[in-house]
């Protein structure tokens, strides 16, 4: 009987993953489906609890939020919150509960990448349809219009994570992962990442092969050949900021913007009362989400943050943007105002701690992902759609909780030989 829970078990990741990509919708099934696993497990005495010191600070995470919500002046608004951000709570319980037996994840690395294939062809049926009757040209195929379910810097995060499990799957001999199929694949999510066309995502996208890169060939040939290959990253990271025409503009709009920025941060909020682009909002939302946690450096309460940041934006003069009620476009600043110091301090914790079950035991997927969440965070508010919430949440604490089993495995081995 627990080799049919570990059998289970092996696929219920993947469905969980599937449904968060493709039908996001209904990822309250996905949660309903761990249980039947818990309690047949329990029953059988086939599973045990394992918690991490990443749960750990996802839950407090949540409870911030809880408590933040007795002062809140709107209890609907607070109720949403703490309704959607269910899954730091939730995750960490249910994936806490691990098969004792080993468990071969290569179905569910399986029907995550079917999950990619899914949204790939939606978003180019969608981007042929815009194409067609939009009048777009190749815009039609970039941005919002390809990435049809989720925001686009949400869908590059689940690309970035299917080319490494390709990558994964390659390495370790998964069955059925063959270079004939692997190679292409890889191929069409690199593409498709770039599709996606998000600022914060491009950069992430250029700056971690090339380290990788760098660091490959530091290996294979030394210091004179990693120096020149330090040469080679800079000048294709040159050429695509200056010569491919849509990454050049965005980057050219962020730099004007924000040379401009520096010379005043406050001068140039007061007169910019009508921003034309992302880049200029973002400044302007950094700088009153900045004012605002200087005023209340102890957190504003759940579901007070619009309220607070559109007096701070009207005593600036900037009426149009209070109107837009955009949150910060930063999570770390997101956090500060609303819940606080501890809050931010908690939202540290999960990323100080997923680096180092990452670091300390070599799962570099973990490290990607939380570098990838570390750095997405500067330009936009991850944790505040069910987009980023569950997918972020799900993915650090299911490869955490890999590492650790295998872990427990090769302990467990090496007792039993000692034994023998």
């Avoid at 949400?154 to 004939?180: D, E, Q, W």
Wanted: proline share 4%.
């Amino acid at each position: 009987m627990s080799g049919k829970i570990t059998v289970y078990y092996s696929a219920l990741p993947g469905i969980f993953a599937f449904l968060m990509l493709v039908f996001p919708k209904l990822i309250a099934l996905g949660f309903i489906l761990f249980l039947p696993y818990i309690v047949w497990g329990a029953i059988q005495k086939s599973i045990r609890f394992q918690w991490t010191y990443l749960s750990t600070f996802f839950v407090l995470f949540y409870l911030l939020y809880v408590i933040y919500a007795l002062y809140t002046r709107h209890p609907d608004w607070a109720g949403r919150y703490i309704e959607n951000k269910l899954s730091f709570i939730i995750l960490p319980i249910l994936l806490a509960f691990r098969p004792k037996e080993k468990v071969n994840y290569g179905l569910s690395i399986g029907l995550y990448l079917l999950g990619l294939l899914f949204l790939l062809i939606q978003g180019y049926i969608a981007s042929v349809h815009a194409y067609l009757n939009k009048g777009l040209g190749l815009n039609s195929f970039l941005s919002s219009e390809f990435s049809v379910v989720h925001h686009p810097t949400y869908f590059s995060a689940y690309l970035l994570v299917g080319i490494a499990l390709l990558i994964y799957g390659l390495r370790t001999g998964l069955p059925y992962f063959k270079k004939m199929w692997v190679y292409p694949l890889g191929g069409i999510l690199f593409i498709a990442y770039f599709q996606c066309l998000s600022l914060a995502g491009i950069l992430f996208g250029v700056t971690l092969p090339g380290i990788l890169f760098v660091r490959f060939i530091y290996h294979r040939w030394g210091k004179i050949a990693a120096a020149s290959s330090v040469v080679l990253v800079s000048v294709l990271m040159y050429l695509s900021v200056n010569y491919i025409p849509r990454i050049e503009g965005e980057w050219n709009g962020a730099i004007w913007y924000a040379k401009e920025y520096l010379e005043d941060p406050q001068g140039y909020v007061k007169a910019n009362t009508s921003p034309e682009s992302g880049s200029q909002e973002r400044l302007i939302m950094w700088t009153i989400a900045s004012q605002a946690f200087s005023v209340y450096p102890l957190g504003v309460g759940t579901g007070n943050v619009d309220e607070v940041l559109g007096t701070f934006l009207r005593k600036s003069g900037q009426y149009k943007l209070a109107a837009k009620e955009l949150n910060p476009h930063n999570q770390y600043l997101q956090t500060a105002v609303e819940i606080g110091v501890l809050g931010f301090l908690a939202l540290l914790g999960i990323l100080c701690s997923a680096f180092y079950y990452g670091v300390r035991y070599r799962n570099w997927i973990v490290v990607i992902l939380a570098a990838n969440l570390a750095f997405n965070m500067l330009f936009e508010s991850m944790l505040q759609r069910q987009s980023g919430i569950v997918f972020y949440t799900f993915l650090l604490l299911f490869f955490v909780f890999i590492t650790l089993d295998r872990k427990q495995l090769r302990s467990s081995s090496n007792s039993v030989s000692e034994t023998v």
